[in-house]
């Protein structure tokens, strides 16, 4: 039997990427970056479209704008992601999913990919049940790196903490707070009952 595919989401900074390619690795299942998939493809629209391109830039550096302009272009590249996972039943796959997802819930965009939503297992990572706790974890760890695209902007965070729709939509919760990537990586497994698939999977390219 074809093991179920599983969706990592959670905050920034929590470990999506990191857990998911471990997971990736150890069971040769195909690991899929949602953002980053989803970013290059509104930069592509960006450069053809020139309507696109002028609200765009009428963003400035203004966060709020950018992300209120960008939701549904991110919203469609999901939705195709999700479709063509849930179709190709010959391979499982590692999806990081970003929280912007779960912030949009109530728009008629999320709707769509709602439903596909079931046809994967679903794992929150958080650090604590405590949001306190794991606001100043989380905001800690993003300090430790040299890179400045890699500190999470803090009222983000707090908004993505807040959010109860991780855990309305999450099948499972994993606690990652004083756990390494691997032993996070090998909670996941006991829970979902991973195990290797019996044949080769083959690449799936998004264009």
């Known amino acids: 039997m074809k093991t179920k595919s599983i969706i990592i989401l959670g905050p920034s900074g929590v470990g999506k990427s990191t857990v998911s390619k471990i ?16 970013s290059r493809e509104l930069e592509e629209l960006v450069k053809s479209n020139p309507k696109i391109k002028q609200k765009y830039e009428q963003c400035g550096d203004n966060l709020e704008l950018f992300l209120d302009f960008a939701k549904h272009y991110y919203f469609v590249s999901i939705n195709k992601i999700l479709n063509m996972c849930s179709k190709n039943l010959s391979k499982t796959y590692i999806i990081e999913l970003g929280g912007n997802c779960f912030n949009s819930h109530k728009d008629k965009d999320f709707e769509a990919i709602n439903i596909l939503l079931e046809n994967f297992t679903k794992v929150l990572l958080i650090p604590s049940e405590n949001l306190k706790e794991s606001f100043e974890y989380l905001m800690s760890n993003s300090l430790k790196y040299d890179d400045p695209s890699s500190v999470v902007h803090p009222n983000h965070l707090l908004s993505a903490l807040k959010n ?7 099948d499972i919760q994993v606690f990652t ?28 390219k998004f264009n």
């Not at 109860?164 to 999450?170: A, G, H, K, L, V």
């Open 23 to 38: 997971l990736a690795d150890k069971y040769d299942f195909e690991y899929i970056d949602t953002d980053r998939i989803a």
């Open 164 to 170: 109860s729709n991780f855990r309305e939509y999450s």
């Open 177 to 204: 707070k004083d756990k390494n990537f691997k032993e996070i990586a090998n909670e996941i497994e006991v829970e979902t009952n991973l195990e290797k698939p019996n044949t080769t999977n083959l690449s799936l």
